[in-house]
């Protein structure tokens, strides 16, 4: 992957944009070169989400064996196990969250609180799709305290896996609240991601309240706003979620659409678990 040379300062504000901000989309070849650890991970979590597996664990490898500061070595290893629970790896993802807690013992107060807060929602999450519903509450109430600390992108990560647990255990009243939450704090924060990524829980927790018809406008909407954006694997699962809500035709035609964005994923280095694998 070709990169672009930009001056440091210039180079992170991209990365950051790109990873935690309004351009996620930005072509993998406009991306600069990291000039340091911290901008290498931005890098990866910005490849990550644009569905660039391949790309992101190789920019991932080179930070877990640069990053010195603890709080950045945590976040490097959640990002790993994160790329492995998108595929549907939650047991291998596990792994890397475990390390990435133990590692952010060493790191001290914000620093801290915002490594904590993502290996604890991640394991939580690790635990959900592995079925361990009571372990995913309790680790999910281990990040609760965390939050006052932690940044607010924090926070909505850990509305999604309240919302995702309530939903795995069939209570679509306790979902819905927890996914409306996060697309609120989403809102307010620069990162299109997160909001997206809010918006599609929001689909997904109406449906489960029963309500199909608008579950899957709200789920077009989100198509719409990963493909302006980039957003190749929440298309996907966007996707996924429109072949079980919309009318037949239209089912049909999103199961379509999903096989074609995991043709595509593999391409970029990500084989997506068959479900309930």
């Not at 877990?64 to 070595?73: F, I, Q, V, Y």
């Not at 549907?88 to 013992?105: E, K, L, P, S, W």
Request: glycine share 10%.
């Amino acid at each position: 992957m070709q990169t672009t040379a930009l001056p440091a300062d210039i180079g992170s504000e991209i990365l950051v944009s790109t990873a935690f901000g309004p351009t996620p989309g930005l072509a993998a070849t406009e991306l600069p070169e990291p000039a340091d650890p911290l901008s290498r991970w931005y890098r990866a979590v910005a490849l990550g989400g644009q569905g660039r597996y391949a790309a992101a664990r190789a920019d991932l490898l080179i930070s877990a064996r640069t990053a010195t500061e603890p709080g950045l070595r945590s976040l490097v290893e959640s990002t790993r196990g994160s790329l492995l629970r998108q595929l549907g790896d939650h047991a291998g993802a596990a792994a890397f969250d475990g390390r990435a807690a133990a590692i952010a013992f060493g790191a001290t107060g914000a620093a801290r609180a915002e490594a904590l807060a993502d290996a604890y929602t991640g394991l939580a999450a690790d635990a959900l799709g592995t079925g361990r519903l009571a372990l995913a509450r309790t680790l999910l109430g281990r990040v609760r305290p965390l939050l006052a600390d932690a940044p607010p992108r924090a926070e909505v990560r850990w509305h999604w896996v309240c919302a995702e647990t309530a939903l795995a255990g069939g209570e679509a009243d306790r979902a819905l609240p927890d996914a409306l939450a996060a697309a609120a704090l989403a809102a307010a924060l620069p990162s299109v991601r997160h909001q997206v990524k809010s918006a599609l829980l929001v689909a997904a927790a109406t449906a489960a309240t029963g309500d199909l018809a608008e579950s899957a406008k709200l789920a077009e909407r989100v198509d719409a706003d990963c493909r302006e954006n980039g957003l190749l694997p929440l298309r996907w699962a966007t996707a996924m979620l429109r072949s079980g809500v919309a009318e037949p035709a239209r089912a049909r035609a999103a199961a379509g659409e999903a096989a074609d964005h995991a043709t595509r994923l593999r391409a970029w280095g990500g084989d997506i678990a068959p479900l309930g694998a």
